[in-house]
């Protein structure tokens, strides 16, 4: 066909609102997207008003993050590792509180409706908060509905606030477990956080330069470290 026919029956199929498609394009150079407008259900958006009257300024919320982007898997064994990174890849969290300073995970928080009595989702909730529990991050259930009480909602959060705030973060230095470590160790010490062996190093730069240390093999995803004495 010539580009004149496919220009004449062109302005026919537009005049009677009928698209072509373009023989140039595959269905993978398309990008059938729209933005959302409930990114927030509105339980979701009412509790987050609430919650954003709670939290103070040493705080900051993030909604619906992925379970990936909080934990770590620790497993070192390829096939095992991608297994337990499968069972957090596609799960999330619907508000994450950090420090402000560090942006380090102060607990989580679910609204928890109606379809948590299935279970299935009886089963995932419990897988949920045993990955919470195992890693030491706390994780906090409410009831989804369609307006909060500011009292109820700081009730909860209260003690995980206040300890919280009592600790001083600073995010230029990283936190040193005080445990002497022997030089002369035969093997590398197992770090506490994630139970997988130190590496040792040394300091770059500062006014320890050049003096050893171990780091987790894990960093940075896991900064613990141990002085050597």
Known sequence: ?????QGCLGFLFHLFGVKL?????????????????NFLSPSELSFYKILSLVITKEFVIFTKVALKDIFFV?????????TYH?????????????????MKPVCGIELDDS???????V???DFVNQV?????????????????????????????????????????????EKIEVNKNFTSSP???????????RAAKSGKNVGKQFYGCSNYPKCREILEIE
Do not use: W
Not at 86 to 102: E, G
Not at 115 to 121: A, E, K, L, V
Not at 190 to 200: A, E, R
């Open 86 to 102: 499968n069972k957090i890849s596609k799960k999330h969290v619907d508000f994450l509180v950090c420090n402000a300073a560090s």
């Open 74 to 82: 620790t497993e070192k064994d390829r096939s095992k590792h991608s």
């Open 21 to 37: 498609k373009d023989p140039n394009k595959t269905g993978i150079d398309e990008f059938p997207y729209a933005l959302r407008d």
């Open 190 to 200: 197992i770090c506490p956080k994630c139970q997988t062996p130190f590496v040792l």
């Open 132 to 176: 919470f529990k195992n890693a030491g991050l706390p994780l906090i259930r409410y009831t989804n509905k369609r307006s909060y009480v500011l009292s109820e909602v700081e009730e909860k959060l209260q003690t995980i606030i206040q300890s919280t705030k009592a600790e001083a973060v600073n995010i230029q230095t990283p936190i040193v």
């Open 123 to 125: 089963i995932r909730d």
């Open 115 to 121: 379809s948590h009595g299935r279970q299935d989702r």
């Open 1 to 5: 066909m010539s580009s004149n026919n």
